[in-house]
């Protein structure tokens, strides 16, 4: 394994870097006080100039005006990147969008790709995933209610689903349906794509989340499908593959989310580390950062951070050499670790800035509120643990160990 950076590698992530310090870091107080939709002006000019440093879409193909970067480069991006809330998003690589170029790009028609592909990588237009219903397990996404029926040239999806991130403002959805209930479990499924305009398509509301409604990109949805009625040949991949596909897209967007945690985890380390060796705590002047617990605190931080890093780069070599099956439990094992890892290491910086921390003064308690649902999201920390307790208890039935 080699994870030597090449030169280009080191140049992009210095440039990266020191945008998203220059250029996004100084937006956060009004990120974290504004509405993100009255901030769209001002982002649209950093992607401006994102664009022309040839720093645009650095995950996605060169002919679709993409940086065409590997797994391992883009996983370098994202860690970058993950510094800022607004970085993903600034360089046109954020979820859902990342996912659904991706299969978009591998099983989309030419009509699909020239209608919503082309302009999704320009970053004119934007898109989200709907597959999580209101009444039904998202652990447990085979079981679904929606339903995708065929009547003449069209589909009619009939459906409640809610965590439909950055629905409001986007121009399309691809909707996780049931289009044929007779089939296994895993196939019954198919993935369509339903503009936002779509006769049908509600969105009932922007879900409160940690005391956040959020608006445009930054919101999750609640979506009703009334008899949403669009063309047949919206269908994404072949029907019933819904689920065939939705595993292609988790495999390297694994690897993004957790590079970009293990980014937060830096910058909410630097913050912990700099206010400890700041802040005064007694009379003689000694600072929080020579009580021993607090030096712990800081140790044990830096060794998990290197963990999960090395873990998930790990992971995205596994990938790339041996395939997204061959690196399955590798995937797995990332997604809980990484993200219990970050939960554990903002806490700590909350911890550590006291009062401050509560405040939105600093980022960290916008993190500590937003990130803790990493380990919802793409799997339940459980359903996760089980999937490789399961694998690795199958390799020890019947062998005798001494
Ligand atoms: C911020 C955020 C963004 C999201 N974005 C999207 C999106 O864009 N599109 C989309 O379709 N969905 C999205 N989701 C939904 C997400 O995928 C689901 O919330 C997730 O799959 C869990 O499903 P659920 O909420 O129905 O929880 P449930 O399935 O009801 O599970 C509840 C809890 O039960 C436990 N549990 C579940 N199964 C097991 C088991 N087998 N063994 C032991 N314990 C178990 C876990 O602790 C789990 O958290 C998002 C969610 C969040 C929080």
């Given amino acids: 394994m080699d994870f030597t950076i090449s030169e280009k590698m080191q140049a992009v992530i210095g440039m990266m870097a020191e945008f998203v310090e220059r250029e996004l870091i100084p937006l956060e107080p009004e990120f974290l006080t504004k509405d993100f939709k009255a901030m769209l002006p001002e982002l649209v000019e950093k992607r401006r100039m994102v664009k022309q440093m040839e720093l645009w879409a650095p995950n996605h193909p060169k002919e679709l005006g993409g940086m065409g970067l590997d797994l391992m480069e883009h ?10 809330p607004l970085g993903h998003y600034v360089f046109g690589c954020q979820a859902p969008d990342a996912g659904n170029i991706e299969i978009l790009h591998k099983f989309g028609t030419e009509k699909q790709k020239e209608q919503y592909l082309k302009p999704l990588v320009a970053g004119d237009i934007r898109s ?79 879900i409160s989340v940690m005391g956040h409604t959020g608006s445009d990109y930054f919101s999750h949805a609640e979506i009703l499908y009334q008899s949403c009625r669009v063309p047949r040949e919206n269908l994404l991949g072949p029907e019933g593959f819904g689920f065939v596909i939705a595993q292609e897209r988790l495999g390297p967007g694994r690897i993004h989310h957790c590079m970009r945690w293990i980014g937060i985890c830096h910058r909410v380390f630097d913050l912990m580390c700099a206010r400890a060796s700041e802040r005064i705590i007694s009379p003689d002047r000694k600072t929080l950062s020579t009580r021993q617990i607090i030096q712990s605190w800081i140790a044990e931080c830096a060794a998990d951070i290197q963990a999960a890093r090395l873990m998930t780069l790990h992971a995205a070599w596994k990938i790339e050499n041996l395939g997204v099956k061959e690196a399955r439990e590798d995937i797995a094992l990332i997604k809980f670790f990484v993200a219990n890892v970050m939960q554990a290491v903002i806490d700590r910086a909350l911890q550590v800035h006291g009062g401050l921390g509560m405040t939105d003064d600093t980022i960290i308690s916008f993190l500590y509120r937003h990130e803790r649902a990493a380990r919802i999201y793409d799997g339940p920390d459980e359903v996760h643990k089980m999937a490789v307790a399961r694998r690795i208890i199958k390799g020890y039935v019947g062998r005798k160990i001494k």
């Avoid at 996983?75 to 800022?84: D, F, N, P, Q, T």
């Avoid at 079981?143 to 409640?160: F, L």
């Avoid at 479990?185 to 779509?198: C, F, G, K, N, Q």
Wanted: proline residues 8%; contains cysteine; glycine residues 6%.
């Fill in 128 to 206: 989200c995933f709907s597959m999580t219903e209101v009444e039904l397990p998202g652990s447990n996404p085979v079981m679904m209610d929606a339903t995708a029926v065929k009547d003449g040239p069209d589909y009619v999806i009939t459906g409640q689903k809610w965590y439909t991130s950055s629905a409001d403002g986007a121009a399309f959805a691809i909707v996780m349906a049931v289009t044929n209930p007779e089939a296994a479990p895993h196939l019954r499924a198919s993935m369509i794509i339903v503009p936002t305009d779509a006769p049908g398509f509600n969105l009932v509301r922007n």
């Fill in 75 to 84: 996983a370098l991006v994202s860690e970058v990147l993950g510094r800022s």
